[in-house]
Nanobody
Framework: QVRLMESGGGLVQPGGSLRLSCAAS????????MGWYRQAPGKQRELVAK???????EYVDSVKGRFTISRDNAKNTVYLQMNSLKPEDTAVYYCNVDEYYAGPLWGQGTQVTVSS
């Protein structure tokens, strides 16, 4: 069984920064892609950023230049550095990890609120 533990959400003023972390633990053989999604009230969950095992990244257009995704394979952890945060970034952020045997797994979600 693979477990995901997210941390790093919170309340921040517009223009501020937050760093999200998602650590995988348990019966891990190999982790392929890792990513972050978000879901705002009344909206569908959307992909924010994704990083492959080959460290290729992709971002939704609205966060390009502001967010950076990275991973530490030794720690089975994915990070999302969020800078220049805007009120429209307010959402619950979920990590998604594709483990070789377990398949795609979701974290429990962490709330990010950008407000003055």
């Amino acid at each position: 069984q693979v477990r995901l533990m997210e941390s790093g959400g919170g309340l921040v003023q517009p223009g501020g920064s937050l760093r999200l972390s998602c650590a995988a633990s348990g019966s891990i053989f190999k982790i392929n892609a890792m990513g972050w999604y978000r879901q705002a009230p009344g909206k569908q969950r959307e992909l924010v950023a994704k990083i492959t095992i080959g460290v290729r990244t992709e971002y939704v257009d609205s966060v390009k230049g502001r967010f950076t995704i990275s991973r530490d394979n030794a720690k089975n952890t994915v990070y999302l550095q969020m800078n220049s945060l805007k009120p429209e970034d307010t959402a619950v952020y979920y990590c998604n990890v594709d483990e070789y045997y377990a398949g795609p797994l979701w974290g429990q979600g962490t709330q990010v609120t950008v407000s003055s």
